[in-house]
Nanobody
């Protein structure tokens, strides 16, 4: 079955960096658009970034532009999110997702990981 497994979360201070990874199995990774979403306590799950199948296109939510970078290694079936200059408002559970098209909508993604917690202290 399809599995997406996130890792790399943790507790950091404002201004620090983290790199999240998402390793996929059970699907042809290079055939899927990939995305990162996040969900803070009491809030809806929101879009963070997306990347096309061949990594030729990326798209970011406005609040993370210039700070976060999404990338992928199709040979390793792995998606990444490099997060720099972290802020307390970036605190959330981060999820990776696989879908057919680049979209900011959760419903356009077919498969989801279990999430990894990122906590940024001030």
């Amino acid at each position: 079955q399809v599995q997406l497994v996130e890792s790399g979360g943790g507790l950091v201070q404002a201004g620090d960096s983290l790199r999240l990874s998402c390793t996929a199995s059970g699907l042809t990774f290079s055939s899927y658009t990939m995305g990162w979403f996040r969900q803070a306590p009491g809030k809806e799950r929101e879009f963070v970034a997306a990347i096309s199948r061949n990594a030729g296109r990326t798209y970011y939510e406005d609040s993370v532009k210039g700070r976060f970078t999404i990338s992928r290694d199709n040979a390793k079936n792995t998606l990444y999110l490099q997060m720099n200059s972290l802020k307390p408002e970036d605190t959330a559970v981060y999820y990776c997702a696989a879908g057919d098209t680049m979209s900011v909508l959760t419903r356009r993604y077919d498969y989801w990981g279990q999430g990894t917690q990122v906590t940024v202290s001030s």
